[in-house]
């Protein structure tokens, strides 16, 4: 069974840094998609960054040039680059692994930006 395991949320200041990082386990194959979705209170999940096994990468407008998603095909990790984190980009951020239709979740890790 496929597991994602997040790490690497926290408190920061506006204008500051941090990384994410996601571990996938258990078997999958083919074509697949990893990336980060977040959450803010009263909001609905969207989508921050992915990248697909082969290296193409989207990103959500309002981070595109702050954040910048690598993922390891041979390790199955992800990570997430945020640099000049604003206050909007308090949330929940969630990992995320689609393969075929089928999506598998992390449990999410908080991160918070103080003003």
């Known amino acids: 069974q496929v597991q994602l395991v997040e790490s690497g949320g926290g408190l920061v200041q506006a204008g500051g840094s941090l990384r994410l990082s996601c571990a996938a386990t258990?078997?999958?194959?083919?074509?697949?998609?990893m990336g980060w979705y977040r959450q803010a209170p009263g909001k609905q999940r969207e989508l921050v960054a992915q990248?697909?096994?082969?290296?193409?990468?989207t990103y959500a407008d309002s981070v595109k040039g702050r954040f910048t998603i690598s993922r390891d095909n041979a390790k199955n990790t992800v990570s997430l680059q945020m640099n000049s984190l604003k206050p909007e980009g308090t949330a929940v951020y969630y990992c995320?692994?689609?393969?075929?239709?089928?999506?598998?979740w992390g449990k999410g890790t908080l991160v918070t930006v103080s003003s």
């Open positions: 990248s697909t096994n082969g290296g193409t990468t």
């Open positions: 258990g078997r999958f194959f083919g074509i697949n998609v």
């Open positions: 995320n692994l689609r393969v075929l239709t089928v999506d598998y």
